[in-house]
C-alpha cells in the first residue's frame, strides 16, 4: 500500500477488510491461550503485554493516514546515530595495537 502512494480512504478500507479479520482471529486465539497460560511464565507475560497492548496495535485499523509501522522515522535518523557511534569509537592508526606499560 505505502509504495502505491494509496489514499487515506483506500487504506481504511483495504485494511477493514484485510487485516480486519486477521487481527480479529488473532484476538480469539489470545483470549484462549490468555486464559490457559500461566501468567508467571514467558509465554504468560508476553500474552498479557499483547493483551494491554491490543488498543495500540490495531488502532491504525481506524485510521487511513496512518503507518502501520514507523520505517520512514527510523531510517532518516540512522545516519545521525551511526555517525554518533563513529565518534564514540574513532579508529585511529596504530592504537589498538599498542600495549599499556605500567611504570613503578
Known amino acids: 500500500m505505502r509504495e502505491s502512494h494509496a489514499k487515506p480512504e ?11 479479520p486477521i487481527l480479529q482471529q488473532f484476538w480469539e486465539w489470545l483470549d484462549e491461550t490468555l486464559a ?10 508476553a500474552l498479557h503485554y499483547l493483551a494491554d497492548q491490543w488498543s495500540r496495535l490495531i488502532r491504525y485499523l481506524d485510521d487511513g493516514p496512518l503507518e502501520i509501522d514507523n520505517n520512514r522515522v527510523e531510517n532518516a535518523s540512522r545516519p545521525f546515530v551511526i555517525g ?6 574513532p579508529i585511529r592508526c596504530g592504537v ?5 606499560t605500567f611504570t613503578a
Open 10 to 20: 483506500t487504506r481504511f478500507r483495504v485494511r477493514q477488510t484485510r487485516a480486519g
Open 36 to 45: 490457559t497460560a500461566p501468567p508467571k511464565s514467558a509465554l504468560g507475560m
Open 84 to 89: 554518533r557511534i563513529g565518534w564514540l569509537f
Open 96 to 100: 589498538s595495537r599498542r600495549r599499556p
